[in-house]
T-cell receptor
Framework: RKEVEQDPGPFNVPEGATVAFNCTYS??????FFWYRQDCRKEPKLLMS???SGNEDGRFTAQLNRASQYISLLIRDSKLSDSATYLC??????????FGTGTRLTVIP | EPEVTQTPSHQVTQMGQEVILRCVPI?????FYWYRQILGQKVEFLVS????????KSEIFDDQFSVERPDGSNFTLKIRSTKLEDSAMYFC???????????????FGPGTRLTVL
C-alpha cells in the first residue's frame, strides 16, 4: 500500500491559469504535511508546510482534510517558472518523510 | 540563506567498490537524513541521524550502508560494496528538530548522482 498517492499528471496549463493538485495519504497517524517542488534532476525544495487550518503563501494555497486524509495545493495565476514536479510529502511521528511520486506541471506560454 | 551542501555532485564507481558521499548540513540543525531517488521514481527515505546515532532507518538501509558524523560539520553516507541497483541520486537533508512548526521542515542538498558500472 502506498503511503502517499498523487495523480502523476502531466498537467499542461496556459500562463495565468489556476491549477489544483490533490494527494491522499494512507496512515491516519501522519502528523505533518508538506508540498515540495522538484525541478528536473534537482533536489526537492520545500514549497510550504500544510496546516489543518489551511495556509496561503502568495499564489499558493494548501489545504488539509484529516478526516478524508486528503491534501491539496492550489496555484493561482500560473507562471512559466511554476513548471516543475510537485511532491506531496507526509511525516509520521518519526523523522522520515514519505514522498508521493509527484505531479508534473507544465505552464505553457 | 544557509543551505545543505553535498560532494561530489557525480560519482562513478565500479560494482563492488566502496563509496563515501559527503554532506554538510545547515549549521544549527540537529537532525540529518539521507534519501535516495532512483531515476524516474519517488524519493525514498534511507536513514535519520540525531545525537551521533541512527534514530531510524528504512529497509533499504541494510548492512552495506553506514553513516557517520566524523566532525562537527560533515555527515557521510558510506556504501561498502556497491551494486548496480545502488545507482541513484542521493540527497542529504537536515532539520532543526522533529517537533511542530518550522523546526519540522527538512531542507535538501543538491544531491550526489551515483553511477555504478
Amino acid at each position: 500500500r502506498k503511503e502517499v498517492e498523487q495523480d502523476p499528471g502531466p498537467f499542461n496549463v496556459p500562463e495565468g491559469a489556476t491549477v489544483a493538485f490533490n494527494c491522499t495519504y494512507s496512515n491516519s497517524a501522519s502528523q505533518s504535511f508538506f508540498w515540495y517542488r522538484q525541478d528536473c534532476r534537482k533536489e526537492p525544495k520545500l514549497l510550504m508546510s500544510v496546516y489543518s487550518s489551511g495556509n496561503e503563501d502568495g499564489r499558493f494555497t494548501a489545504q488539509l482534510n484529516r478526516a478524508s486524509q486528503y491534501i491539496s495545493l492550489l496555484i493561482r495565476d500560473s507562471k512559466l517558472s511554476d513548471s516543475a514536479t510537485y511532491l506531496c510529502v507526509v511525516k509520521l511521528r518519526a523523522n522520515n518523510l514519505f514522498f508521493g511520486t509527484g505531479t508534473r506541471l507544465t505552464v505553457i506560454p | 540563506e544557509p543551505e545543505v551542501t553535498q560532494t561530489p555532485s557525480h560519482q562513478v564507481t565500479q560494482m563492488g567498490q566502496e563509496v563515501i558521499l559527503r554532506c554538510v548540513p545547515i549549521s544549527n540543525h540537529l537532525y540529518f537524513y539521507w534519501y535516495r531517488q532512483i531515476l524516474g521514481q519517488k524519493v525514498e527515505f534511507l536513514v535519520s541521524f540525531y545525537n551521533n546515532e541512527i534514530s531510524e532507518k528504512s529497509e533499504i538501509f541494510d548492512d552495506q550502508f553506514s553513516v557517520e558524523r566524523p566532525d562537527g560539520s560533515n555527515f557521510t553516507l558510506k556504501i561498502r560494496s556497491t551494486k548496480l541497483e545502488d545507482s541513484a541520486m542521493y540527497f542529504c537533508a537536515s532539520s532543526g528538530g522533529t517537533s511542530g512548526g518550522r523546526y519540522n521542515e527538512q531542507f535538501f542538498g543538491p544531491g550526489t548522482r551515483l553511477t555504478v558500472l
